[in-house]
Nanobody, 115 residues
Framework: QAQLVESGGGLVQPGGSLRLSCQASESIFKAYTMRWYRQFLGKQRELVASIPTVTSSFDTIRYGASVKGRVTISRDNAKKTIYLQMNSLKPEDTDVYYC?????WGQGTQVTVSS
């Protein structure tokens, strides 16, 4: 049974927006900071954003330098889902985006920014 299930990728024109979703199992959602990374075909994995657990008192939301100001990470506790709202997308944002929590990985969702 999949522990992390992503959705929301697709093809978008430069300047457009996409919202990615990652639904987690309850145990993962409660226990771990959840992160969005992107990586494609041997490129270095890059942190896009991370969001701590609801009960964390020491961690905070973080964004990768290349996307800061253009993306927002959020969570819906009732749905055990995190979201990544991406705006002002650029061709260089094209990548496979992974939802990761500790050692658990989602299947990845492709984001393609192209005219």
């Amino acid at each position: 049974q999949a522990q992390l299930v992503e959705s929301g990728g697709g093809l978008v024109q430069p300047g457009g927006s996409l919202r990615l979703s990652c639904q987690a199992s309850e145990s993962i959602f409660k226990a771990y900071t959840m992160r969005w990374y992107r990586q494609f075909l041997g490129k270095q994995r890059e942190l896009v954003a991370s969001i701590p657990t609801v009960t964390s008192s020491f961690d905070t939301i973080r964004y990768g330098a290349s996307v800061k100001g253009r993306v927002t990470i959020s969570r819906d506790n009732a749905k055990k889902t995190i979201y990544l709202q991406m705006n002002s997308l650029k061709p260089e944002d094209t990548d496979v985006y992974y939802c990761i929590a500790q050692d658990y990985w989602g299947q990845g969702t492709q984001v393609t920014v192209s005219s």
